[in-house]
């Protein structure tokens, strides 16, 4: 494994609610709504999501993912077993 040139996830203003259909970001909180409901998510999923929301304009790339959020290039079946649980 070795560094990834990508910076790593930085922490959006605390102020920020991000809002799309029946989802709701609270950064400040480091929450997850759907319909209003907590989800409850760990550390890495929340950084995946902060990184998503804040490039909602851009492509990410699986190694950008990865080097914003863990660093480093990881093995890929942890971003994917993270990314599969965010979505169900």
Same mark, same amino acid.
């Given at each position: 494994? !070795?560094?990834?040139?990508?910076?790593?996830? %930085?922490a959006p203003?605390? *102020?920020?609610?991000?809002? %799309?259909?029946?989802?709701?970001?609270?950064? !400040?909180?480091? *929450?997850?709504?759907?319909?209003?409901?907590?989800?409850?998510? !760990?550390?890495?999923?929340?950084?995946?999501?902060?990184?998503?929301?804040? %490039?909602?304009?851009?492509?990410?790339s699986k190694d950008g993912?990865? !080097?914003?959020?863990?660093?480093?290039?990881? *093995?890929?079946?942890?971003?994917? %077993?993270?990314?599969?649980?965010?979505?169900?």
């Amino acid at each position: 494994m !070795g560094k990834a040139n990508a910076a790593r996830v %930085s922490a959006p203003n605390p *102020e920020w609610v991000y809002m %799309s259909q029946q989802w709701k970001v609270e950064f !400040g909180q480091r *929450e997850l709504r759907a319909h209003g409901i907590l989800v409850p998510i !760990g550390n890495r999923a929340f950084q995946i999501i902060s990184v998503l929301v804040q %490039s909602a304009d851009k492509l990410v790339s699986k190694d950008g993912l990865m !080097g914003r959020v863990w660093g480093v290039i990881v *093995e890929e079946n942890t971003t994917a %077993s993270l990314v599969f649980a965010l979505q169900h």
